[in-house]
């Protein structure tokens, strides 16, 4: 019975992160590409690898609510399986920056967590990429904010708040 409790609260979990991210790629704002599909809901952790005490970033594979705790199963770039104790789940924003590269056709993704450049030439500021409210936000040199999808253009991921906290 438990296994179907787990089961049944993934999907919830699942179903909820659908109807928050759909409703903000619903394609109303410049630049968006139509709804998200269910497989585009991804999220990425930041976490300590227990056998030597160093973090590293991979992809989740999994989400598991366990008697109110919540787990995580990831592989990193070697294919290791980790099941982190600690960790910092990060998620993707359904967008891709504008940098096309042999690794990255159709650009980078762009997480919560990331740090861009966005619109205003290389001098300008790194700036951080967070959700609040049900969207996605990028943080502006005054302290404001300003949605995600509307800075698209011309957008760069130049790293994340956790391996490189130097750039903010």
């Known amino acids: 019975m438990q296994n179907i409790k787990s089961v049944e609260k993934l999907r919830i979990f699942k179903s909820v992160l659908r109807l928050i991210t759909c409703s903000f790629h619903s394609g109303r704002f410049s630049g968006c590409e ?12 930041w976490f300590e690898v227990i056998i030597d005490g160093t973090w590293k970033m ?3 594979r ?24 600690d960790f910092k789940l990060m998620q993707f924003s359904g967008f891709h ?8 056709p159709k650009g980078q993704e762009i997480f919560d967590g990331d740090i861009v450049f966005w619109g205003k030439g290389d001098n300008a500021p790194a700036e951080r990429v ?31 708040i956790y391996e490189n906290p130097e750039l903010i």
């Not at 599909?37 to 952790?45: E, G, H």
């Open 34 to 45: 139509g709804e998200m599909k269910m497989n585009d809901i991804k999220f990425r952790a």
């Open 58 to 60: 991979a992809d989740v």
């Open 62 to 85: 999994d989400i598991i609510w366990n008697r109110g705790m919540i787990v995580i199963d990831v592989f990193d770039d070697n294919k290791l399986f980790y099941q982190p104790l």
């Open 97 to 104: 920056d504008s940098k096309r590269t042999k690794k990255y």
């Open 130 to 160: 967070f959700k609040a409210d049900g969207a996605f936000w990028v943080t502006c040199e005054d302290g404001d904010r300003i949605l995600l999808a509307e800075v698209l253009k011309g957008i760069k991921v130049i790293g994340n």
